[in-house]
């Protein structure tokens, strides 16, 4: 099936000149290194690579996913997201936080493109937890092709969580809510875990990402959701 692009810009606004220099500087000592053949496991990317490995798929600007690595210093986390402006921002708080000597003891490592690109050459069961806070929604109806969360996406993250791995999905998009929730029961092995109502309200961990924070200002709720497989 033909994959159709699910993100908008790549580049935004022209880089201040020391988002540049991070840009330049920190990106090659973060950034995956996936060869085009042959066998790859991400976790050798890491510090500590037995450590839990954790997926964030369109990060944005990377608060969410910065602020988690802080939080869980004993778990790696590899972020996928094409726009290089978010990206800039993410690498600009992980300059500021660790010293010049020390980026590659930072607990994440990046993917600047497409998550389908990588999700393939990912081995099987090799992470612990995936997130997906609030994929593009892609409202008119002509554009719902472009959603990312569909089914063979859904087909890759069952195959690459370990046993008793987790799928977190947020969207602020009732129609997106219902077409994953749909998307869901194909995959009964994946067994969501709200069982009332503030399950599904409350963002992960407290964090709102910037996109959550958008929304609830247009008077927009973010809904929660989490699959454990
Ligand atoms: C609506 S924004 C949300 C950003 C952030 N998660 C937040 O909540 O603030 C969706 C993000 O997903 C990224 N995205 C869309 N398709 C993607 C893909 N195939 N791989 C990785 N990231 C993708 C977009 O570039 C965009 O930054």
């Not at 910065?66 to 939080?71: D, G």
């Not at 959603?147 to 977190?168: E, F, K, M, P, Y």
């Amino acid at each position: 099936m033909t994959e159709f692009r699910s993100f908008g810009r790549r580049r935004g606004r022209k880089l201040r000149p020391y988002q540049s220099e991070v840009y330049s500087d920190l990106l090659p000592k973060l950034a995956l290194d996936i060869p085009e053949e042959g066998c790859w496991d991400p976790r050798e990317a890491f510090a500590q690579p037995d450590l839990p490995l954790n997926l964030e798929i369109g990060f944005g600007r990377g608060e969410y996913l910065f602020q988690r690595s802080l939080l869980f210093p004993q778990q790696n986390f590899i972020g996928a997201e094409p726009y290089e402006n978010g990206v800039a921002k993410l690498l600009t708080s992980i300059s500021e936080h660790y010293t010049s000597e020390t980026p590659s003891r930072c607990n994440i490592r990046l993917f600047v493109d497409d998550v389908r690109d990588l999700i393939g050459k990912i081995p099987n069961k090799c992470l612990h937890r995936i997130d997906i806070p609030f994929p593009d929604p892609w409202p008119k109806v002509r554009h719902r092709r472009r959603r990312l969360i569909n089914t063979s996406l859904l087909q890759q993250i069952r195959r690459v969580l370990c046993d008793g791995g987790q799928l977190c999905i947020a969207t602020d998009h009732e129609d997106y809510l219902e077409a994953i929730l749909v998307l869901m029961q194909q995959f009964p092995e994946f067994r969501w875990q709200a069982t009332k109502a503030s399950d599904w309200q409350q963002p992960w961990y407290g964090i709102q990402t910037r996109y959550a924070e958008k929304a609830l200002r247009a008077g927009r709720r973010g809904y929660y959701l989490h699959f454990v497989l």
